[in-house]
């Protein structure tokens, strides 16, 4: 999809760095699972992906998204935040920033970095210095009320994606009303709503992804 840049013949051929996009959210809105689903969308697509996951004190992640058969277990890399699972993606992304630079140099051509952060409260943003864009994940299980207390994660990201919106009828939300004060606090930036298990919404979050980064829409 994307053009390297030739200098001087092909001998010295630069490739654009890739772009970077981090998924943050709450744990257990479906960050992993969103990138399970978008994995398979993205290739279909034609374009070169990697994968940076963050957690506590383990690699369940990337362990988990190695295994799923989806990507080249290579791919994929662990950070192990500690204690602080935003300090790592917003005060100090040091360790992510040399996961991608490490992925970038191991697959020169990779033009797309997927970075899912350790799963925090609403309050975790991400840094400019990490990322060119980014998502926030929140869940219809976790309350119809979340886009009402206006949280930094869901206000500032990019993108927010309203996932498990099969599970409404069970936990006792109105998704229209939900989607659609997420739109109004966030004043009409973009909201989208998905199952990350059945696949609803993620071909819009694919073009999402696309238009803002790959083709600097
Ligand atoms: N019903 C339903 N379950 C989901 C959906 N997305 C994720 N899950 C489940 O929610 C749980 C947490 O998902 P996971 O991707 O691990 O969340 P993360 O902590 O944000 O990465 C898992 O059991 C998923 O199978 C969805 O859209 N609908
Ligand atoms: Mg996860």
């Not at 207390?149 to 109105?174: Q, T």
Request: aromatic letters at 4%.
């Amino acid at each position: 999809m994307r053009h390297a840049i030739e200098q001087n013949g092909p001998a010295s051929v630069v490739l654009p760095p890739a772009a970077r996009v981090g998924i943050g959210g709450p744990v257990g809105s479906g960050k992993t699972a969103l990138i399970e689903a978008l994995i398979p969308e993205l290739q279909r697509r034609g374009v070169d992906l990697a994968v940076v996951t963050n957690d506590l004190v383990t690699r369940e992640d990337a362990e988990r998204l190695r295994r799923s058969g989806l990507i080249d277990p290579a791919r994929v890399s662990a950070v192990e935040a500690g204690a602080c699972r935003h300090t790592v993606i917003r005060e100090d992304p040091t360790l992510n920033i040399a996961a991608g630079d490490d992925l970038e140099a191991r697959f020169p051509g990779v033009e797309l970095i997927l970075f899912e952060s350790g799963g925090d409260n609403l309050a975790s943003t991400f840094s400019l210095d990490l990322v060119d864009w980014w998502i926030f994940v929140i869940d219809v299980a976790g309350g119809g009320d979340i886009p009402r207390k206006r949280g930094p994660g869901p206000m500032r990201c990019d993108l927010l994606v309203v996932n498990k919106i099969d599970l409404a009828p069970y936990v006792g939300v109105e998704l229209a009303p939900m989607l659609a004060e997420a739109i109004q606090v966030r004043g009409n930036r973009p909201v989208i709503a998905t199952n990350a298990r059945s696949g609803v919404g993620i071909r819009e979050v694919a073009d999402a992804i696309l238009a803002a980064v790959l083709f600097g829409v």
